[in-house]
């Protein structure tokens, strides 16, 4: 008798433990960012929360149902397009890699949940924008946005510039990286596109023709970056280019006349 109790005691902790562990793993951003990137194959939109999510968020919340309803269709359009662009393109979405960046942790956990995609030799990001926790799960936010050399030259379509400086197309700046020597590219007067690795350096001096574009051998926090002068190559004057891209921006040059 005393063995069978022993034997029912040790199912019920194991069986604790596993169902502890279960509930766990659904917080896990790393498993919903990949379960992301297989539903895009098809169709995501059980990502973006049912009933009981809904109601879960509309309770810490306080924003109304309907609310949280219309919203959820807006935000689903809006994901939507992203993904659809980069199925334009051609490019698949095999997970890598995901990172969490926490925005606020009450009423509401809400993250961005940064996704390192892979696509034949090819790698990018997909950014799921202001995900929120519920007792359960993660759900998708209000948006997304695709980055990659392969989505760059998009930005460059429809600017009206102003004269007299080079234009910042996108503003994307991360003060973490200012100063840093980033992967990027710059295009020639003559229309040949260079990939370098170039300081991301302060705006006021990007946006400058007069200040250089610095050039290095390898990018912040590559293997082998080091901070020394050894990493430095040459500068590039600004009047020899039509545009480059550095720290997630681009900028482009006026046109005179």
């Given at each position: ?104 942790e009450e009423p509401i956990k809400v993250a961005n ?14 950014t799921l924008k202001n995900c929120a926790q519920t ?69 006021n001096n990007l946006e400058s023709n007069d200040v ?46």
């Amino acid at each position: 008798m005393k063995k069978i109790y022993l034997l029912l005691l040790l199912i019920i902790i194991t069986s604790l433990s596993i169902s502890a562990q279960k509930q766990k793993k659904t917080y896990d951003y790393k498993v919903f960012a990949e379960k992301f990137t297989k539903f895009t194959r098809g169709d995501f939109i059980a990502l973006m929360g049912y009933d009981k999510e809904m109601n879960y968020i509309s309770d810490k919340t306080g924003k109304s149902l309907e609310e949280l309803t219309k919203q959820r269709k807006k935000h689903y359009q809006s994901i939507k397009e992203e993904v659809g662009k980069t199925k334009a393109k051609g490019m698949l979405m095999n997970y890598k890699s995901a990172e969490l960046i926490v925005k606020q942790e009450e009423p509401i956990k809400v993250a961005n949940i940064k996704i390192l995609v892979n696509s034949g030799s090819q790698d990018y990001t997909f950014t799921l924008k202001n995900c929120a926790q519920t007792n359960t799960t993660w759900v998708l936010g209000d948006g997304a946005i695709a980055e990659g050399e392969m989505f760059e030259d998009e930005e460059l379509a429809g600017e009206t510039l102003p004269q007299g400086k080079f234009y910042t197309a996108s503003l994307k700046f991360d003060e973490n990286l200012i100063g840093k020597p980033m992967r990027g590219y710059y295009i020639t007067n003559d229309n040949y596109k260079i990939k370098a690795v170039i300081l991301n350096d302060n705006p006021n001096n990007l946006e400058s023709n007069d200040v250089n574009l610095f050039i290095y051998k390898t990018a912040y926090k590559e293997p082998g970056y080091t901070e020394n002068q050894t990493n430095f190559i040459n500068q590039i004057s600004k009047n020899e280019l039509k545009a480059f891209y550095t720290g997630n921006n681009l900028y482009v040059k006026a046109i005179d006349g």
